[in-house]
């Protein structure tokens, strides 16, 4: 399982006021937690306004590259920006995102062209919005792998995020997100797909439970890309959990040595 850390990001409050006063110190302290957790990547997002954003982005990215031993996923919702910043990052990392929305692909995807060791993270969405089916979920999956082709970038290097909606709102948004992975995995087996954990309990008590079993249901489906946080226990327990029912973790062994390293289950007093 990929994990791409997440609490980088301006639209957590505690980071948020990290990034408005420049607080170093904090962002390397979540940079160093989150590697020791096991993220992959380290997922950069200033959060901030527009007007902002290149300048709190540029300075995050130093601050994170002066400690950081994994890639960035360098993250922004205007394709520009991330072609501005784009020149700063010094090892081959991820870009998110890409969509079908407005001009987003014609951006972005000549970028990933002229760097073929980067990958990116691509939304299944469009200028209509965030789809609740299956099917238009993963008829936009199948739009991004196609104009990716054009571009020469294979589907291994893509994290196809179906973008699952809250099941506060939605109630059956779990079943239409693991549903879409299975198709989407079904026709290109070697492209990643991920999720935004987090979304699914937007609006519920006890958000961890549904993340943790929500988490279960997507790698059961062929989920193998998570933007998570690592620290989190309950969220790293399950997925180190489900890898080993799942066979994909020989004789249990990392779940056994993250138990020996006190990274799993209750902590130890």
Known sequence: MIIIGEKINGAIPSTAKAIAERDA??????????????????????????????EALLWLVDVVQSVATKPICIDSPDPKMLVEVFPKLQKPGLINSISLEGEKCDILLPL????????????????????????????????????????????????IDPLVLALSAVGDSALQFTEAIRRIKEKYPTVHVTAALSNISFGLP????????????????????????????????????VEALLNRDRLCRKYTAAYRKGKIGPPKN
């Not at 904090?26 to 954003?53: H, M, S």
């Not at 099917?135 to 290097?157: H, Q, S």
């Not at 790698?219 to 998570?226: I, K, N, T």
Request: proline share 4%; aromatic share 6%; charged share 25%.
């Open 206 to 241: 006890v958000r961890k439970l549904v993340n943790c079993n929500f988490l279960t249901l997507c790698m059961a489906a062929g989920l193998d890309s998570v933007i998570a946080d690592p620290v989190n226990r309950d969220v790293y327990s399950t997925l180190l959990t």
């Open 25 to 54: 110190e904090f962002i390397i302290d979540l940079v160093r937690k989150q590697e020791a957790a096991g993220a992959d990547y380290l997922d950069v997002c200033a959060g901030t306004t527009p007007e902002e954003e290149k």
């Open 112 to 159: 990933l062209q002229a760097n073929p060791e980067w990958g990116v993270v691509a939304l299944c969405c469009d200028n209509s919005g965030v789809a609740e089916s299956a099917d238009t979920k993963v008829e936009n999956a199948f739009k991004l792998i196609g104009k990716a082709a054009e571009y020469g970038i294979t589907p291994d290097r893509m994290h």
